[in-house]
């Protein structure tokens, strides 16, 4: 019987592990050696940088509705990237103003807070090491006297 089964191991190659496209030798009509041109993502497609197939794959996962249409991801990714586009144009420009190469989270809360439909956006969200605007009350300034030179003459007249 071992002799039986030694003899059907020999006729039978062993499997690499990696299904048929490991397979070595090409085979007329079989998978081996052929390359299949690579399928052109949904990002690409619709022109964009942010993942359209991470997108609906988290809109299926967090149902939202039972079922995600096929324009539904293409246009929140394409919104996602302005929004970053916008952010990260102004954060910047704020980091360049402040003489810096490197965009961080002080830039990102002048660049939010100083316009005026991100910061209705992003209203209640605080940005960790931030700070604050530099923003100091009217009242608090040193008042200045607009008769100076009046003042004197005035003074000088009582006497």
Do not use: C, W
């Amino acid at each position: 019987i071992n002799a039986e089964y030694m003899g059907k191991e020999s006729l039978h190659k062993k499997m690499s592990g990696r299904g048929k496209a490991g397979k070595s030798k090409t085979v007329a009509g079989g998978r081996g050696g052929e390359k299949k041109a690579a399928g052109t993502s949904r990002s690409k497609k619709a022109g964009l940088q942010f993942p359209v197939g991470r997108v609906h794959r988290y809109l299926r996962k967090g149902r939202f509705g039972k079922r995600v249409g096929q324009g539904a991801p293409v246009y929140m990714a394409a919104v996602l990237e302005y929004l970053a586009a916008e952010i990260l144009e102004l954060a910047g420009n704020a980091a360049r103003d402040n003489k810096k190469h490197r965009i961080n989270p002080r830039h990102l809360q002048l660049a939010i807070r100083n316009d005026e439909e991100l910061n209705k956006l992003l209203s209640h969200v605080t940005i960790a090491s931030g700070g604050v605007l530099p923003n100091i009350q009217k009242a608090l300034l040193p008042q200045k006297s607009a008769k100076k030179s009046g003042e004197d003459v005035s003074a000088s007249a009582d006497f």
